[in-house]
């Protein structure tokens, strides 16, 4: 039933908070070492911060892990399931539902035995030879399997509404779901390969060493569209509930399933942009996956269009005129749209820095510098959480039943975020440019090169950001924590869903649709495309690879 269905999906948003909760709260330490300020020491003293942020490294392996990893996988783990079942009408298989989140949870806990035992130093991308304790690559391989059974429930609930409406239009928001859900199975490919055949083997003593090149290689293959699949979660808000919150409707249906549609096809064949710096791959290879990543930026600069044109439409049927104008009228006294267009804001600065990170050229100026830090806070650290955080001031209520506590405090909230993360990032683009490496304990004494830098500006910023994101961070929760122990009201009014209007196409056959939502509608083929094309452009970089496997012995952290 749909309340059963509500109560999986409150499930899998509170344990994403939680995991975001401690990891954002040692985010701000780390700020402050890029301010040239040492708080561990501090921190040791402790005795229960001296077990999980053991040292800088421990701190930061729990931080990326937590917010990237197991915040954004959680979240979209009961945004997605209930969205598209919700929208295709399905009855869901309930014990199924709950099965898939226990083991996702138990994933959690068995990756989090070692992670806080520092066992597990070994930072989010956990690139051998450093090598985990096996418990903790088997607690990932077992999230990331649970992940897949989502994909699996949605997936084919939506081949079970396909067969039983055989010429329909699947609704739109079904359709973005199924997409994300589609690519990221085949996302998933590298990392599955790169844990089971290569990592648990190895750190179980089974194998003697691990090839890193091929690790690498494989990692990327998830870890580039991995980013897509913390976006596009978001976009589904921006896209189908976004614009009714700002009192207006979806701009083009048809654009928006096109979006979705490239996003399924061009995700994937792109990871070696993190993989210039490596040495053993094709210039050739590189080369191609950069002018791929370039596409993959296309249905981005649709969304910034088609959203744009959808607020600017809100902002019109409220009185606001003139070419900037109208940006006044938007409705920002509701922190949920507020919260969602400031995270759009910060994602044209962060969209843009992405596009320097994919140019070739520029790449070995930013690569591996305080800059890349800087890029991902104002797009996975922004446009996707800070759009999470705006979604759970209604979604929570709508699964709960109960009241949004304060929006008064909601608001600010949301602004204090944006501001602190708007700083963080120019600190730290700058600091990045600078010269300045990012993963490093530079605030640890014997450090004396950065006190000669010209850099005491960024560092400041970065350091005053840590601190307003803190501010930011305590409000925030405090308004989702009350709302969660408060009673439940069930008032209509507090629990309702706020679905954009144009979202039932008005031509729900195939037959009647327009070109645009007829050509998209067939995902299994276009995932099939997208399985090719990423098999086209990795194979003949992976063949090599296997073909000179080099294995070299691990570095012990455990
Ligand atoms: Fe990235 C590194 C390239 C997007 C996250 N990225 C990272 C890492 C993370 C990350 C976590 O090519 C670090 C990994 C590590 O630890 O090593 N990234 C890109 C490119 C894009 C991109 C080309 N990244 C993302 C997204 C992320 C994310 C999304 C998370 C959610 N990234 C790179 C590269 C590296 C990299 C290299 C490796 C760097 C290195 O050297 O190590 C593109 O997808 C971006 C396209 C986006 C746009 C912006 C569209 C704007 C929109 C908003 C419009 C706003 C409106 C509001 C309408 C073109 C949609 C109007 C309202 C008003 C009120 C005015
Ligand atoms: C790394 C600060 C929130 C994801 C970092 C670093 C800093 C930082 C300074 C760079 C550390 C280094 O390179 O040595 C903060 C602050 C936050 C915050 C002050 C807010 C209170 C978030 C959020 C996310 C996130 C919300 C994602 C949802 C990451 C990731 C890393 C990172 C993935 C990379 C870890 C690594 O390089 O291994 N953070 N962060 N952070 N942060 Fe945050």
Do not use: C
């Not at 939680?18 to 985010?27: F, Y």
């Not at 989502?150 to 997409?179: D, F």
């Not at 296309?298 to 019109?316: I, Q």
């Amino acid at each position: 039933s749909l309340s059963g269905l509500k109560r999986v999906a409150q499930y899998y948003v509170v344990t994403a908070f939680m995991a975001l909760l401690i990891g954002v709260l040692i985010g701000p330490l780390q700020a402050l070492n890029y301010a040239g300020i040492d708080a561990y020491p501090a921190v040791a003293r402790i005795p229960l911060l001296r077990t999980i942020i053991g040292s800088y490294y421990q701190g930061l392996t729990l931080h990326g892990v937590l917010n990237a990893l197991v915040f954004t996988q959680f979240f979209t783990s009961g945004w997605l399931l209930y969205l598209p079942l919700r929208a295709l009408d399905v009855r869901p298989n309930l014990t199924f539902a709950w099965v898939t989140y226990g083991l996702m949870l138990a994933g959690l806990l068995t990756a989090a035995v070692p992670l806080l035992g520092n066992n597990a130093t070994v930072l989010y991308t956990f690139y051998p030879p450093m090598e985990a304790s096996p418990v903790f690559y088997i607690g990932a391989a077992v999230m990331v399997a649970a992940s897949l059974l989502v994909a699996g429930q949605v997936i084919v609930a939506w081949i079970g509404w396909k067969r039983a409406h055989p010429g329909h239009v699947t609704p739109v928001v079904a359709y973005m779901s199924v997409a994300t859900w589609l690519m990221w199975v085949i996302a998933a490919l590298g990392l599955v390969a790169e844990v089971v055949f290569l990592l648990i083997p190895w750190s179980l003593g089974l194998t003697a060493g691990v090839d890193p090149l091929l690790a690498r290689t494989l990692f990327w293959w998830t870890g580039h569209p991995i980013v897509y699949f913390w976006l596009l979660p978001a976009y589904v808000s921006w896209y189908a509930f976004l614009p009714r919150q700002a009192g207006g409707r979806l701009a083009s249906e048809g654009l928006t399933r096109l979006a979705f549609a490239l996003f399924l096809v061009f995700s994937v064949p792109v990871g070696l942009h993190h993989q210039y710096a490596d040495p053993n791959i094709s210039t050739a290879w590189k080369t191609i996956h950069m002018f791929l990543t370039f596409l993959v930026a296309v249905p981005s600069l649709l969304t910034a269009f088609s959203v744009a044109a959808a607020l600017e439409d809100a902002a019109h049927a409220r009185g606001g005129r003139g070419v900037l104008g109208w940006i006044r009228f938007l409705n920002w006294r509701d922190a949920s749209m507020t919260g969602q267009v400031l995270a759009m804001v910060s994602f044209i600065f962060g969209g843009a820095g992405g596009i320097v990170n994919a140019s070739y050229a520029f790449a070995p100026i930013v690569h591996n510098t305080a800059w890349i830090p800087g890029h991902f806070h104002i797009t996975v650290g922004t446009a996707t959480t800070l759009s999470f955080m705006a979604i759970t001031f209604w979604l929570v209520p709508h699964l709960t039943g109960k009241r949004l506590h304060s929006p008064r405090l909601a608001l600010p909230s949301v602004w204090l975020w944006f501001t602190g993360m708007m700083l963080f990032a120019v600190g730290m683009h700058w600091q990045g440019l600078a010269a300045v490496p990012r993963r490093t304990h530079l605030s640890a004494g014997a450090q004396d090169i950065y006190d000669t830098m010209q850099i005491a500006v960024p560092r400041a910023l970065t350091g005053l950001s840590g601190v307003i994101l803190l501010i930011a961070a305590l409000l925030y929760f405090w308004v989702l924590l009350r709302t969660l122990v408060s009673p439940r009201v069930d008032d209509p009014e507090a629990t309702v869903i706020p679905i954009s209007d144009a979202i039932s196409p008005s031509r729900p056959t195939l037959a009647q649709a327009s070109p645009l939502v007829r050509r998209t509608e067939p995902l299994l083929a276009l995932a099939g495309a997208a399985l090719v094309l990423t098999l086209l452009v990795y194979l003949p970089v992976l063949g090599p690879m296997l073909a000179s496997y080099q294995a070299v012995p691990g570095q012990r952290l455990w």
